[in-house]
């Protein structure tokens, strides 16, 4: 050995110090985060500050995420015939509604967004577009039942997320784990690329879900319902603090939320457009003086049709006309399908609804669009996303254990 390779060479004690610490590297939860398939789904874990969410999230689904904005963005930039006709006008039509958006975007998720863009390699204006699409187009139903709607009086939050299952966002489906630096864990039921929420519960047992509800009393210059949803499951633990965020926040399009506390076995329903919030509770006195609502007890459920007269007066969905006097009777499948459905599952299962029935429920009410089925009853919960073009209610639900799965990320 010459003396230059045994200077080159460190010491023995040095050299144990300096394998002890690349372990402890390779071995450091949160420094590497991979995808880890658990009871047939797709989970990453993520902790950190907003911009190490982002890039950790990019890192671990990189060709995921470039696929799913490809197969999304192209699948709305085909909608003509004329390709670059076509994608002009979609870029404008997502960019259009981000520009009025993004100053009352939380500076958190603008953050995370630029991190997942670093992480990943695609553009940051792709993953802006992507999360325009939510505030411009959705369908959905949720339903929460506890008491003595329930077998055993468990609480039990179904929701069905109904979008255009031709996009394709379904063959991406990823159940996050985030840990966010100085806020409240939760369950993200989501997507590669989307860092928004449509579907989650957080440590406290806060569930949310969401319903399209067409408004013409709506703008985008606002917080997109996606990062309000998210704040809910990052800052709330109760279903007032929830409510109060909701009704708080500076909101753009309309939107019915269902809101579920598995421990206090509660929920609510949020009606909201632009300016108007309505909070029902279940069997709520409101309802029983609207003739198309079906208010049950220990249980609130909705499609897109609203219960307020208020807000009913301002809506497109079900058939509404704000330019006509007076209420227009719901009509066409979210009212027919969705609402009486759930409201005709849940009289013949009060008293014995299950995980197993909820599901049956779901199945029912679930249109061709259906893209995900989320049956929340906490400690567990059962997650099926469309395949192809068959509905997710009509695919496999696969179960999960939230509670352990938070508790692994600590």
Known sequence: MTRSTREA??????????AAIAAWLVAAPGLAVEAESIGGLRVVRLAGGPYELGRRHGEALREEVHASL?????????YLKVPWVSAMAVNWWLDSAWALAVPFVPADALQELRGLADGSGVP??????????PDRTYSCSNFAAWGRATAGGRLIHVRNLDWDIEAGVQRFPVVFVVRPSGKRAFVNVGWAGFIGVLTGINETGLSIGQIGAETADATFRGEPMVFVMRRVL????TLEEAASLIRQARRTVGVNYVVADAKAKRAVAIETTRRHARVFEADDPAEHRVPYARPMADAVFRADTAMDPGIRERQIASGGDPRRPGLEVPSGSAYEVRYLGQAAGLHAQFGALDAEAARAIARAVAPR????SVVFAWPDA??????????AAQTTYHRINLEQLLQQDR
Do not use: D
Request: proline share 6%; charged share 20%; net charge positive.
């Open 369 to 372: 669009s259906n893209i995900q």
């Open 124 to 133: 940051l204006r792709e993953l802006f577009r992507l999360h325009a699409i």
């Open 382 to 391: 059962w997650i099926a996303n469309a395949r192809g073009l068959t509905p």
């Open 70 to 78: 490809r197969h999304v963005l192209g699948f709305f930039r085909g």
């Open 9 to 18: 060479t460190p010491p023995l004690r040095l050299r144990v110090v300096l």
């Open 234 to 237: 990052e800052e709330a633990s």
